[in-house]
Structure formats: C-alpha cells, structure tokens
C-alpha cells in the first residue's frame, strides 16, 4: 500500500461560524453546511469562528460595510469597513482578524471554509442565484489569502462534484506542505505525486513547473522549497472542470483496469452522460477501489484514512 500517500492526521479547517450551525450573523441567522458532509464530517477538525462578534459586535447588529475598497485595500489602509450607523469599525475587525490568524496558526489549520459575499468572511468572487455577491475578498478573507491558507466556498460543500474536487486537492495542499524536502530527489518525488492533478487543474502553469524543476541545477538555492511549496499550492487552490474531471476518471480507470484486470462497471466513459451526483459517486468508488488495492489514483493522489484503517489494511 502508498502509505505515505495517506494522511492519517485529520486535516484541521477554520469555518464561518455562520456556516456551522451558530445563528451569527447580523440578523440572527445562521445554517449548518458542515453537516452536509454527514460521516465525512468526522474526518476534519473544526474551528468556527465569527470574526464580527469577536470584534465585540453582538447579534443582532448592523450590518458592516466596505467602502472604498475591497478588503486587501483595508490592510493597506486605502478603505474602510462602515457600520449601518457610519461608525468605523476598521481597526477593531482588523483586531479580530490578525487573532484569528494567529488561533489557526496555533491549531495547524490548513485551511477556512467562508461565506461567500461576506464584507467580512468572503474570499473569492462568487454568486448566488445569478446575483454578484459582494466585494472580495473581505477583511479576513484577504489576510487569509496573503497568508497562504486554503480557502473553500461553504456553498459548494452543497454540491457533491464541487466538495470532491475541493476535498482532494485540500488533502494535496495538506501533504504538500507536510512535506521534508532536503534534497533534488525530494523535489522530484513530491512533484511526481502531485504533477498529475497539476495537469488537469492548469496544464500550462504545470508544464513550465515541470519544465523548471529538469532544469534546476544540483546546486539550487534553498529557498527554491519554499518557492516550489507556494507555486505548486497556488495549483492547488484553483477548482478543476467537470470535463477534465470525467476525462482523468476514465483514463485511470482504463490504466486500474489493464494493470490489475479488475473491471468496474459504474464507471463510465467522458462521452455518457450523467449527473454531477453520479460522477462524484463514481470518483469516490475509483478513490476507494484503488485504495483498496493499494494503487496510486492520481486525480486524487492523497487521502485521509484513520490510522486504525490503516493499520487493518497492513495487517491484511
Ligand atoms: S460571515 Fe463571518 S463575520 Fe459574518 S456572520 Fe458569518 S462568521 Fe460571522
């Protein structure tokens, strides 16, 4: 079996409070996404976090704004966040935010799952029934981005298809950045384990990295780790297409099939057509399937298993 493709620490993630069932927000309102994930649930830890009552605003309470920017403006001092009532409410998010960040350091989190639109939470450009939601990112949002967190839109946790792709190359970012590189050979291993789904997330991004690390003299500067680390992680955070997802499915299916002469019948070629539910059921059987048979599933080349799961599988 790949162990040490396997991550047998639970992946630590931050999340808008809001999302994780606490009725937060300015109205009193709140829902609980996380649940969604019903067992899977049990395979992350969580931290929720408001970062609006922390900053010693209560609920209910006026909603806050951005003027004059988004939240990266905020940091650099160019904007503004405004309550209802025009207080100033900046330094005290910003108070906030810097605490939070340091909570998430503490902990080992490795990632935020936020609320879209949020002047506070949100992160990426996002809509919502075809509505542009905000300004992004927001005063958290931003801190987070530059600090190198991995950050997940609460809402596609909804969509099987969309938490599929966030979940495996969340689990890769993870590895990545657990990773002791000491030496070229290093360099090489964890790009070979990664560079698939490089691939099909951004193939020209991936190609001038691959074309970069054949071409790195065996004298590299240290510092390259770092660089490489950062370079591959920014891969990382960007979601994939459902075409490109369809495509890898077959295509290591075809290669689990020629190899170890095992035929999977709910997988389907590119070309039929099904639903998103369908498809992630079916990433998530070659994802077992291959584990099983101790296989390297490059869409998803790194997973969680408890160590007892593992430990059962040794013993077989
Ligand atoms: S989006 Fe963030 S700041 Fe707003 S209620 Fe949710 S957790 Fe609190």
Redesign the pocket.
């Known amino acids: 079996m790949l162990v040490e493709f396997i991550l047998t620490q639970k992946v630590v993630l931050g999340v ?4 994780m069932g ?1 009725p ?3 109205n009193r309102k ?1 829902w609980d996404r996380i649940k969604t994930l019903k067992r899977e649930e049990g395979d992350f830890k969580w931290h ?6 922390m900053m010693g605003l209560g609920v209910p309470r006026d909603p806050i704004k951005l003027v004059g920017g988004n939240g990266f403006d905020v940091w650099e001092g160019k904007a503004k966040v405004i309550s209802k009532k025009g207080e100033d409410v900046t330094e005290a998010l910003k108070e906030a935010s810097l605490s939070i960040v340091k909570l998430f350091k503490k902990v080992g989190a490795t990632g935020f799952v ?2 879209e639109g ?1 002047p ?3 992160v990426y450009r996002t809509s919502l029934k075809n509505k542009r939601l905000g300004n992004p990112p ?1 005063v ?1 949002g931003a801190l987070l981005l530059k600090e190198g967190f991995f950050l997940i839109p609460a809402l596609d946790i909804e969509s099987p298809l969309k938490w599929w792709d966030w979940r495996r190359r969340l689990h890769a970012f993870a590895w990545l950045n657990k990773q002791n590189i000491s030496k070229k050979q290093d360099l090489y291993n964890t790009w070979y384990t990664l560079k698939f789904l490089c691939q099909e997330i951004d193939a020209k991004k991936a190609g001038e990295l691959g074309k970069e690390l054949g071409n790195l003299p065996n004298m590299y500067d240290a510092s390259y780790v770092e660089t490489f680390k950062r370079r591959v992680g920014d891969i990382l955070r960007e979601p994939s297409a459902p075409a490109r997802i369809k495509e890898k499915l077959w295509k290591s299916y075809v290669y689990h099939k020629r190899k170890l002469g095992e035929e999977i019948e709910e997988i389907n070629p590119p070309t039929t057509e099904r639903s998103i539910t369908k498809i992630a059921e079916e990433l998530n059987l070659m994802e077992r399937k291959a584990f099983e048979k101790g296989e390297f599933f490059s869409s998803a080349p790194i997973l969680y298993r408890s160590s007892q799961r593992v430990s059962k599988m040794l013993e077989k």
Do not use: Q
């Open positions: 808008s409070a809001c999302n606490c937060v927000r300015y709140g929720p976090v408001c970062p609006e009552v936020f609320m949020s506070t939470c949100g927001g958290l």
